[in-house]
């Protein structure tokens, strides 16, 4: 059974930092692009950052760029993001989220993805 695990998440002040992990277990995501997706109460998901499954190629949402950073290690089955530099408007509930289907590129849309977690909240105060 696959299971994705995130941890990290918490309540910051704004200008703080947080480190978000996802474990992945029940397959190996070595060859499958992952990624990070935020929702918000009221809002859809919304995609913030992904990798392909070299590592080579990484994306973000511009309302991120510059302040976040993923990125995984494959020998562990495990993807992170570094948030810096954090707005109150980043506050949400985040999902790692792993693809199952090689590509040559990174998906940015939740349906693309296979297989989530079970969200981890932010909750950046002002």
């Known amino acids: 059974q696959v299971q994705l695990v995130e941890s990290g998440g918490g309540l910051v002040q704004a200008g703080g930092s947080l480190r978000l992990s996802c474990a992945a277990s029940?397959?190996?995501?070595?060859?499958?692009?992952m990624g990070w997706f935020r929702q918000a109460p009221g809002k859809e998901r919304e995609f913030v950052a992904g990798?392909?499954?070299?590592?080579?190629?990484?994306y973000y949402a511009d309302s991120v760029k510059g302040r976040f950073t993923i990125s995984r290690d494959n020998a562990k089955n495990t993807v992170s993001l570094q948030m810096n530099s954090l707005k109150p408007e980043d506050t949400a509930v985040y999902y790692c989220?792993?693809?199952?289907?090689?590509?040559?590129?990174?998906?940015?849309?939740?349906?693309?993805?296979?297989?989530w977690g079970q969200g981890t909240q932010v909750t950046v105060s002002s």
């Open positions: 989220a792993a693809d199952s289907v090689w590509r040559v590129g990174v998906p940015t849309r939740p349906r693309e993805y296979a297989y």
């Open positions: 990798i392909r499954w070299s590592g080579g190629s990484r």
């Open positions: 029940g397959r190996t995501f070595s060859s499958y692009a």
